[in-house]
């Protein structure tokens, strides 16, 4: 029932506080009204920049016009069959255009399904089927989900594993290179020798599933030897290879799929946020004849590849290529990168800024140390910010890495408008 006065942030969060289940985390006090492009307007109608993009998923910005049209249009044809009841040629021409972008010279199969860590369960049903094996090697730091496979996968404790164990067995962490923390490639290659050691024989390990850029895990970025050195060990022991695309995909890092940058290509992608411009549908590309190892009704779901998404990402695939969306990606990128060098210049505590594309983030440490990570000053600058008008997320293992998820579509001047809140509140908090 709606209330009849018009409501607040504080009554909709007391309201929130009393109904809904204390679990699911808020990174803001706020309770939306509309968005359109890079802005939001809460409740009582205070403008908000957007620099989250509900993480990572509005590349195109908030109910960009287009999307949505197409998704009405699709609403007006049907909304559901279920592709294994009733299939519908928008699923079909999402695999086809997706399988042309997706790196590799050999052929290519894909699904769809609604959720991220759905798409990376689906990725590990596969590799476990094609190569009949079960096991599965992950990284520090790595997110993948919250259903219990991709929370077995997680390389993340608290907040997202504790208490809700135990997780599927055979899944090995070994160690993402992060040289800021000391951790360099040939450390990270060598953790996964040791696990193929120590751990689970290779002979029953049947894929290393990895990140292209670590989102939760603080935006750092695989290395091309490390992706390498991998794709070696996974070639010499018949392991395939899975990107976790999930927060990397879709033009975020300039290119539609982060892993074309690779040395390699991975044999099977998890795909989802960003490539249907707010409306959940995920996907797996890969391998044809990985892909094709599970037999008719091992793979889908009631709502995999909902029509509405596909139209949705259909749409965010014209809108990519007549705007020019990875070209603005990269520029975006260096524009973004050069303004947060600019206040790293001046901040002691800003000890890195990293990424890939429009995918960048800044670490904040005491004094600049990157043994001392400063968490509390994160949120501080988060919250103060928020107060001025620019909504940002926090991310990293030690939740003091501030990322940039703005949409693709931002003007300039808005971006800059929001760089400018954040040095400001960086410099408002030293
Ligand atoms: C790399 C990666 N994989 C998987 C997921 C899970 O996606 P979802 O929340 O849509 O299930 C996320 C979500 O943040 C992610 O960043």
Known sequence: M????????????????????????????????RGRNAELW?????????????????????????????????????????FQVLAYEPYVELAERLIALAPGAFPKKALFLSTGAEAVENAVKIARFSTGRPGVIAFTGGYHGRTLMT??????????????????????????????????????????????????????????????????????????????????LADRHGILLIADEVQTGAGRTGTWFACERWPVAPDLIATAKSMAGGFPISGVIGRAEVMDAPGPGGLGGTYAGSPLGCAAALAVLRVFERDRLLERAQ???????????????????????RGLGAMVALELCQGGDPQRPDADMTRRVIAEAARRGLILLSCGTDGNVIRILVPLTAEDALVDEGLQILGDSLRGLQ
């Open 2 to 33: 709606s209330q009849a006065t018009p409501s607040t942030n504080a009554a909709l969060m007391e309201r929130r506080s009393q109904a809904i289940a204390r679990g699911v985390g808020q990174a803001h006090p706020i309770f939306v009204a």
């Open 151 to 232: 929370l077995g996968l997680t390389g993340k404790v608290a907040p997202y594993k504790s208490g809700f164990g135990p997780f599927p067995g055979e899944v090995f962490h070994a160690r993402f290179p992060v040289p800021l923390h000391g951790v360099s490639v040939e450390d990270a290659l060598q953790s996964v020798e040791q696990i193929l050691r120590n751990d689970i024989e290779p002979t029953r390990v049947a894929a290393f599933i990895v990140e292209p850029v670590q989102g939760e895990g603080g935006f750092h970025v695989a290395p091309k030897a490390f992706i390498a050195g991998l794709k070696a």
């Open 331 to 353: 520029l975006l990128g260096e524009r973004i990168t050069a303004a947060l060098h600019a206040m790293a210049a001046q901040m002691p505590a800003i000890a890195e800024v």
């Open 42 to 82: 809460d409740v009582e109608g205070r403008r908000y920049i957007d620099f989250a993009g509900g993480i990572a998923v509005l590349n195109t910005g908030h109910s960009h016009p287009e999307i949505v049209a197409a998704v009405k249009a699709q609403l007006d044809l049907y909304s559901h069959t279920c």
